[in-house]
């Protein structure tokens, strides 16, 4: 089971990858730490950076941020980071070893669904264990989302 988190640990959200709610129903949430060089992280703490077509996978006992897109410092020099580089994500190996399960026997996939960074000032990556919704279960999570949404407001007219 995923740490729980201290509520208020997010600080600064850099990233948010919104449709993945949307795309995938999520088993477990996970605080990873990423591992970046320097103009990445200043890159990220001025607001840059995109998730949105990324994914995680477990490869050789590690797990890899594949596909984000930091772009390259404006400020930087000869030493500026590539933009779409595979990322290292730093977890316990009881967990990483779950993942790789998952992924590998039920078909799971790794979503992130934010990079951050917390109140130390350290970038972490919020990792969700997701199953992929068909169509139709889009379709019902959208029905129920709107039924609760209409309910509330019923019982806020009525009460």
């Known amino acids: 089971m995923a740490r729980p988190r201290p509520s208020g640990d997010k600080v600064k959200t850099v990233a948010e990858n919104r449709r993945a709610r949307y795309e995938y129903a999520f088993e ?3 605080d990873a730490g990423i591992v970046l060089v320097g103009t990445e992280v200043k890159a990220l703490r001025f607001g840059e950076g995109s998730i949105a077509e990324s994914y995680a996978e477990v490869k050789d006992g590690e797990v890899w941020l594949v596909n984000a ?4 410092f404006s400020h930087g020099n000869r030493h500026n980071h590539e933009p779409k580089r595979p990322r290292k994500l730093l977890l316990t ?3 990483i070893a779950k993942l790789h399960g998952a992924v590998a026997r039920q078909g799971m996939t790794l979503v992130p669904l934010s990079v951050y960074f917390n109140t130390r000032g350290k970038a972490k990556v919020e990792l969700a ?12 999570h959208e029905k129920e989302k709107d ?3 209409e309910q509330g407001r019923l019982l806020r007219e009525r009460g």
């Open 69 to 72: 897109n930091i772009p390259e």
């Open 93 to 95: 190996q009881r967990e």
């Open 147 to 149: 039924w609760k949404r």
């Open 28 to 30: 477990d949430i996970y």
């Open 129 to 140: 264990l997701a199953k992929g919704r068909k169509l139709h279960d889009k379709r019902a």
